[in-house]
Protein backbone atom coordinates (compact mmCIF):
# COMPACT_ATOMS: atom_id res chain seq x y z
CA UNK A 1 0.00 0.00 0.00
CA UNK A 2 1.00 3.39 -1.06
CA UNK A 3 -0.09 6.41 0.79
CA UNK A 4 0.19 9.49 -0.97
CA UNK A 5 -1.06 13.09 -1.58
CA UNK A 6 -3.82 13.34 -3.82
CA UNK A 7 -1.78 16.55 -5.56
CA UNK A 8 2.31 16.95 -5.16
CA UNK A 9 3.49 19.65 -7.31
CA UNK A 10 6.93 18.48 -6.26
CA UNK A 11 6.13 15.15 -7.10
CA UNK A 12 6.26 13.66 -10.88
CA UNK A 13 3.96 12.88 -12.20
CA UNK A 14 2.06 15.22 -9.81
CA UNK A 15 -1.55 13.92 -9.70
CA UNK A 16 -2.66 10.46 -8.13
CA UNK A 17 -4.44 9.28 -11.33
CA UNK A 18 -1.05 9.53 -13.35
CA UNK A 19 0.53 6.99 -10.69
CA UNK A 20 -2.12 4.19 -10.16
CA UNK A 21 -2.12 1.15 -13.00
CA UNK A 22 -4.46 -0.98 -13.61
CA UNK A 23 -5.36 -3.53 -11.17
CA UNK A 24 -4.85 -1.17 -8.06
CA UNK A 25 -7.50 0.10 -6.08
CA UNK A 26 -7.73 3.77 -4.49
CA UNK A 27 -9.14 4.24 -1.21
CA UNK A 28 -10.65 7.80 0.13
CA UNK A 29 -11.36 8.52 3.20
CA UNK A 30 -14.38 10.73 4.18
CA UNK A 31 -15.65 12.09 7.32
CA UNK A 32 -19.13 10.91 7.85
CA UNK A 33 -21.19 14.14 8.55
CA UNK A 34 -19.83 15.93 5.76
CA UNK A 35 -18.68 13.72 3.04
CA UNK A 36 -15.30 15.64 2.71
CA UNK A 37 -11.90 14.33 2.58
CA UNK A 38 -10.52 13.87 5.76
CA UNK A 39 -6.50 15.06 4.68
CA UNK A 40 -5.81 15.40 1.10
CA UNK A 41 -4.27 11.61 0.56
CA UNK A 42 -5.55 8.69 -1.16
CA UNK A 43 -4.12 4.92 -0.58
CA UNK A 44 -3.41 2.87 -3.33
CA UNK A 45 -3.61 -0.73 -2.98
CA UNK A 46 -2.81 -3.67 -5.43
CA UNK A 47 -5.70 -5.32 -4.64
CA UNK A 48 -9.02 -5.33 -3.66
CA UNK A 49 -8.76 -7.50 -0.83
CA UNK A 50 -5.59 -4.94 0.39
CA UNK A 51 -8.36 -1.95 -0.36
CA UNK A 52 -10.95 -3.18 1.68
CA UNK A 53 -8.47 -4.47 4.65
CA UNK A 54 -7.55 -1.00 5.03
CA UNK A 55 -10.82 0.30 4.63
CA UNK A 56 -12.12 -1.78 7.67
CA UNK A 57 -9.21 -0.81 10.33
CA UNK A 58 -9.18 3.03 9.22
CA UNK A 59 -13.45 3.08 9.90
CA UNK A 60 -12.76 0.59 12.84
CA UNK A 61 -10.54 2.61 14.37
CA UNK A 62 -12.25 5.84 13.78
CA UNK A 63 -16.14 5.20 13.33
CA UNK A 64 -16.46 8.93 12.49
CA UNK A 65 -15.25 7.99 9.15
CA UNK A 66 -16.12 6.36 5.62
CA UNK A 67 -13.92 4.95 3.16
CA UNK A 68 -14.68 4.81 -0.87
CA UNK A 69 -12.58 2.08 -2.96
CA UNK A 70 -12.21 3.06 -6.20
CA UNK A 71 -10.47 0.81 -9.05
CA UNK A 72 -7.64 2.53 -11.44
CA UNK A 73 -10.21 4.75 -13.64
CA UNK A 74 -10.81 6.32 -10.29
CA UNK A 75 -13.63 8.75 -9.33
CA UNK A 76 -14.98 9.00 -12.95
CA UNK A 77 -16.61 5.90 -11.75
CA UNK A 78 -19.49 4.72 -8.96
CA UNK A 79 -17.19 3.12 -5.83
CA UNK A 80 -16.76 -0.29 -5.97
CA UNK A 81 -17.70 -0.26 -2.05
CA UNK A 82 -18.53 2.16 0.69
CA UNK A 83 -17.20 0.99 3.82
CA UNK A 84 -18.20 2.52 7.13
CA UNK A 85 -18.33 1.23 10.94
CA UNK A 86 -20.62 -1.32 11.67
CA UNK A 87 -21.84 1.00 14.57
CA UNK A 88 -22.94 3.68 12.26
CA UNK A 89 -23.96 1.86 9.30
CA UNK A 90 -27.31 2.06 9.40
CA UNK A 91 -27.71 5.83 9.57
CA UNK A 92 -25.85 6.46 6.72
CA UNK A 93 -27.26 3.52 4.47
CA UNK A 94 -30.01 1.29 3.98
CA UNK A 95 -33.71 1.47 5.06
CA UNK A 96 -33.10 5.19 7.49
CA UNK A 97 -31.69 6.95 5.37
CA UNK A 98 -34.50 5.90 2.86
CA UNK A 99 -37.38 6.46 5.38
CA UNK A 100 -35.35 10.09 6.46
CA UNK A 101 -35.52 11.31 2.52
CA UNK A 102 -39.10 10.31 2.27
CA UNK A 103 -39.92 12.61 5.37
CA UNK A 104 -37.95 15.28 4.59
CA UNK A 105 -39.22 15.32 0.98
CA UNK A 106 -42.87 14.95 1.99
CA UNK A 107 -42.14 18.07 4.54
CA UNK A 108 -40.96 20.17 1.96
CA UNK A 109 -43.56 19.52 -0.19
CA UNK A 110 -46.01 20.33 1.88
CA UNK A 111 -44.13 23.64 2.80
CA UNK A 112 -44.12 24.28 -0.94
CA UNK A 113 -47.88 23.75 -0.73
CA UNK A 114 -47.83 25.99 1.39
CA UNK A 115 -45.87 29.17 -0.12
CA UNK A 116 -47.81 28.39 -3.10
CA UNK A 117 -51.40 28.66 -1.89
CA UNK A 118 -50.63 32.45 0.28
CA UNK A 119 -48.93 33.83 -2.98
CA UNK A 120 -52.14 32.38 -5.18
CA UNK A 121 -54.60 33.59 -2.78
CA UNK A 122 -52.79 37.27 -3.09
CA UNK A 123 -53.16 36.89 -6.71
CA UNK A 124 -49.17 36.07 -7.16
CA UNK A 125 -48.17 39.25 -5.93
CA UNK A 126 -46.09 38.16 -3.65
CA UNK A 127 -43.23 36.86 -6.07
CA UNK A 128 -41.47 35.28 -3.57
CA UNK A 129 -44.13 32.62 -2.39
CA UNK A 130 -43.93 30.90 -5.79
CA UNK A 131 -40.64 31.54 -6.18
CA UNK A 132 -39.13 30.08 -3.17
CA UNK A 133 -41.94 27.76 -3.65
CA UNK A 134 -40.72 25.78 -7.37
CA UNK A 135 -37.10 25.28 -5.71
CA UNK A 136 -38.68 24.15 -2.58
CA UNK A 137 -40.84 21.83 -5.03
CA UNK A 138 -37.38 20.82 -7.44
CA UNK A 139 -35.96 19.69 -4.00
CA UNK A 140 -38.58 17.75 -1.88
CA UNK A 141 -39.80 15.82 -5.57
CA UNK A 142 -35.92 14.95 -5.18
CA UNK A 143 -35.98 13.91 -1.90
CA UNK A 144 -38.97 12.20 -1.89
CA UNK A 145 -38.26 10.06 -5.05
CA UNK A 146 -35.20 9.31 -3.50
CA UNK A 147 -36.79 8.37 -0.43
CA UNK A 148 -39.60 5.85 -2.26
CA UNK A 149 -36.76 4.63 -4.15
CA UNK A 150 -34.72 3.53 -1.09
CA UNK A 151 -38.11 2.26 0.41
CA UNK A 152 -38.82 0.39 -2.42
CA UNK A 153 -34.71 -1.24 -2.84
CA UNK A 154 -34.62 -1.93 0.95
CA UNK A 155 -37.70 -3.57 1.65
CA UNK A 156 -38.22 -5.88 3.99
CA UNK A 157 -38.13 -9.20 4.30
CA UNK A 158 -37.24 -9.11 0.08
CA UNK A 159 -33.33 -9.04 -1.17
CA UNK A 160 -33.18 -7.00 -4.53
CA UNK A 161 -32.26 -9.99 -6.54
CA UNK A 162 -35.73 -12.00 -5.56
CA UNK A 163 -38.21 -11.48 -7.64
CA UNK A 164 -41.81 -10.39 -6.77
CA UNK A 165 -44.04 -13.22 -5.87
CA UNK A 166 -48.05 -12.78 -7.47
CA UNK A 167 -50.82 -13.61 -6.52
CA UNK A 168 -53.33 -14.97 -8.25
Request: net charge neutral.
Amino acid sequence: MLWTRLNDPLRIPAHWTEIIRPGQYAVFVYDIRTHVTRDASVALCDDLAEAVAFAGSVVAAHPELCCEVYDHEGKSNEPIQVIYAPSVEGRCQGRPVARRATVWGSVILLGTVVLLGVDIRHGLAWIWGYVIGLKLLVIGVSLLVRGLAGLYEHREGRSAAAPTPHRR
